[in-house]
C-alpha cells in the first residue's frame, strides 16, 4: 500500500487576530474542564480538509493548490463571535471562532476543492463554507448556558488573508501537530 500523508488547506491567523482569542482560551479554559483546548500556534481557519494523498500525488497536488490560490483574491474576513461549534441541534462539541461568511471565502473553498479532488479521494462532500478556527473540543457534548458566552476583545476584528497554506497533519502523543509543506498567494499569477 502506498504511503500517505493527512493533509489540509487553511488560512494561518495574524497576531493581532489570534492573540486576543488565545488570550480569551485562557481566561475561560477553568470553567470548562471538559474541554482540549487547541494551542494558539495550531490556530487556523480550515479552507478543505483532504485526508489521506498518496505521497507521490503531493507535489502535483501542491501545483494545482497553487493554481487555485492565484486565482483567488486575497480574503478579507472579519470576526464575529466566539459560539459553540458545529453549528446543529442544542448541543456543541467544540468552541470555534467564528468569522463571517462572504462570497469570495466561499468562491476560495470551491476552487480549492475542486483543485484537490483528483488527488484527494476522501474530500467530504460539498457543504456550505463557514469560516471558523477551532479553539477547543468536548470529551462530551455541551450545552450553550442562557446567558452566551463572553466575548474576546477584538480591537482589530479584520484582516486580510494574502495567502493560502497546505498544512500535514501528524498524530503524536499529545494530539496532532501541524506542519507547514507550502504556502501559496492568492492572487499571484
Same mark, same amino acid.
Given at each position: 500500500m502506498a504511503k500517505s500523508k493527512r493533509l489540509f488547506a487553511g488560512i494561518s491567523l495574524p497576531e493581532s487576530v489570534g492573540r486576543p482569542i488565545a488570550d480569551w482560551s485562557r481566561r475561560v479554559a477553568a470553567d470548562w474542564p471538559d474541554a482540549k483546548w487547541m494551542a494558539w500556534e495550531k490556530y487556523h481557519i480550515t479552507?478543505?480538509?483532504?485526508?489521506?494523498?498518496?505521497? %507521490?500525488d503531493?507535489?502535483?497536488?501542491?501545483? @494545482? /493548490?497553487a493554481a487555485a490560490a492565484a486565482s483567488s483574491a486575497p480574503l478579507d474576513l472579519r470576526f464575529s463571535r466566539i459560539e459553540f461549534g458545529p453549528p446543529r441541534g442544542r448541543y456543541g462539541t467544540?468552541?470555534?471562532?467564528?468569522?463571517?461568511?462572504?462570497?469570495?471565502f466561499a468562491a %476560495?473553498?470551491?476552487a480549492v476543492r475542486?483543485? @484537490? /479532488?483528483?488527488?484527494?479521494?476522501?474530500i467530504p462532500e460539498e457543504k456550505a463554507a463557514l469560516p471558523h478556527v477551532t479553539l477547543a473540543r468536548f470529551r462530551r457534548p455541551a450545552m450553550p448556558g442562557k446567558a452566551g458566552l463572553p466575548q474576546p476583545d477584538m480591537p482589530q476584528p479584520l484582516f486580510r488573508a494574502d495567502s493560502l497554506t497546505l498544512f500535514e497533519s501528524v498524530a503524536g502523543s499529545?494530539?496532532?501537530?501541524?506542519?507547514?509543506l507550502a504556502n501559496y498567494p492568492f492572487g499571484v499569477r
Open positions: 479552507v478543505c480538509f483532504f485526508g489521506g494523498v498518496a505521497e %507521490a503531493v507535489p502535483v497536488l501542491s501545483d @494545482a /493548490l467544540m468552541f470555534w471562532a467564528s468569522f463571517e461568511p462572504t462570497p469570495a %476560495a473553498v470551491k475542486n483543485a @484537490a /479532488l483528483p488527488f484527494a479521494p476522501s499529545g494530539g496532532h501537530e501541524y506542519h507547514v
